[in-house]
């Protein structure tokens, strides 16, 4: 049930999906999306794939342990449940899938600026517009069964962006205009849809040019610190088939899975 003073407007949703394999749920307030669909795949309560949009979000997670903080009036934070038919380990490129897709459904609704920090990060005139966080639910040898968390700013009307010592983006144009959330979330469910079929068939390979098209580093020069400190330098040159990074440097190329590492332009 939702509140009266948190609204969702279920026809702008219904009127821009174009798919019907996900089941929404709405929801006043969860700790964590993400965790409200791992707890369901635990229990096997879950039999189709399930979108579950909480309005307000108590202890949202982003990666690499980081929290992600959102607004019940000018955020739009959500989870999806998806089970492919490939095992874990060819499922490593699935965030930067999911990148390019949140990327692609902005801008239709003509959100401008918009770029992918490797991995899966988006940012607009550099700043963090959104973030994924892809978990595992459950897994077996021939298919796993995955939770997908994203979380976006669209608005910083609230006092929430205030308190932070980070400048962040949000899906404003000049005017101050803010696109529709549930519009938002219903094309990026439709984009989701088509991808998630393409990359169990294909894999990552079919997506990388556009993944690079919209990279914000790629062809520049980058450090990826590692978590022992050490630090890689070099150009970003490339990514490959399983969400690697591509780095070229005097020693010749390198690669280096997501992971805890952090990207820093040079």
Known sequence: ?????????????????TTNTFTLQVVDELSSSNDYLLTQIKNNALTQPTCVVALHQTRGRGRQGKTWLSDPQHSLTFSVNYCFNLTINNTTALPLVV?????????LLSISHIRIK??????RRQDKLAGILVE???????S????????INISQQSGLYASLDASFADCSDESGYTPSREQLLALILNRLDDYFVQFEQEGFTPF??????????FNQSINLLKPDGRVASGTHTGVLH????????????????TGEISLRRA
Request: negative net charge.
């Open 99 to 107: 990148a390019l897709a949140v990327t692609e459904a902005l801008e």
């Open 208 to 217: 990388i040019n556009k993944w690079l098209h919209h990279c914000d580093h």
């Open 136 to 142: 595992t639910g459950q897994f077996n040898h021939s």
């Open 242 to 257: 399983d969400g690697s990074i591509v780095i070229t440097n005097e020693t010749g190329e390198e690669y280096f899975h």
């Open 118 to 123: 490797w991995p899966n990060d988006i940012l």
């Open 144 to 151: 796993c069964h995955l939770v997908i968390g994203i979380g």
């Open 1 to 17: 049930m939702i509140n009266p003073h948190l609204s969702w407007a279920h026809d702008k949703f219904h009127n821009a999906l």
